[in-house]
């Protein structure tokens, strides 16, 4: 089947705009994760839904980031006024619950903040 | 603060040589998996080593776990130009809600 999709696949913004990031999981994965990939400070942990659970946001470096998940399915990652510091790549994982702690990744999404 | 630590931070080797890759993490681990990225986008899984397990194969992987040492080492035997990849180890957060990886290992296979 398809694997986990994300759009776009890069995004060049303003310094001060928002953004949004999609992520599409594996049909049928109830669990899906957002992380940060940055020069400076690796693979990050973001933000983690489960079924219709709380989601855990511990990771979410400032309150300038938000994440939803509707339906239990697409979620979107959202950056208000971005700043020069969230360049990354933004990689968005899926898994079955119960299925262990393999995590399938989508093709991430480069943002760059000029 | 990162959980795994690999080294070498890049490793360069040509075709047909072993290529072993080191990690190191703090805490006590259920698992400890090993992931590739390709010109920094998607990982893929490569393999799974369980916390009562010493050494697990999948084709060219060998994975060894120590859990006395807290380490873990990826051996790629026979490499291959298509090996060129960064490598990841990665081991659960305390609550179970998120893979903490090690900054990775680049590595360079020239044929």
């Known amino acids: 089947g398809a694997g986990v999709s994300q759009s776009p696949s890069n995004k060049v913004t303003e310094k001060g705009k928002d953004v949004e990031l999609r992520c599409d999981p594996i049909?049928?994965?109830?669990?899906l994760y957002w992380y940060r990939q940055s020069l400076g400070q690796g693979l990050e942990f973001l933000i983690y839904?489960?079924?219709?659970?709380?989601?855990?946001k511990s990771g979410l470096p400032s309150d300038r980031f938000s994440a939803e998940r509707t339906g239990g399915s697409v979620s979107t990652l959202t950056i208000q006024r971005t700043q020069q510091e969230d360049s990354a790549v933004y990689l968005c994982?899926?898994?079955?619950?119960?299925?262990?702690?393999?995590?399938?990744f989508g093709p991430g999404t480069r943002l760059t903040v000029l | 603060s990162q959980q795994g630590e690999e080294d070498p931070q890049a490793l360069s080797i040509q075709e047909g040589e072993n290529a072993t890759m080191n990690c190191s993490y703090k805490?006590?681990?259920?698992?400890l998996q090993w992931y590739r990225q390709n010109s920094g986008r998607g990982l893929v899984h490569l393999i799974l080593?369980?916390?009562?397990?010493r050494e697990k194969h999948s084709g060219r992987l060998r994975v060894t776990l120590d859990t006395s040492k807290k380490s873990s080492s990826l051996l790629i035997t026979a490499s291959r130009a298509a090996d060129t990849a960064s490598y990841f180890c990665?081991?659960?957060?305390?609550?179970?809600?998120?893979?903490?990886f090690g900054k990775g290992t680049t590595l360079s296979v020239s044929s």
């Open positions: 994982a899926s898994k079955l619950a119960g299925g262990g702690d393999t995590q399938y």
């Open positions: 049909s049928g994965h109830t669990a």
């Open positions: 839904f489960q079924g219709n659970s709380a989601p855990d």
């Open positions: 805490t006590s681990i259920n698992n």
């Open positions: 080593i369980r916390s009562n397990e």
């Open positions: 990665a081991t659960s957060n305390q609550a179970g809600t998120a893979l903490i």
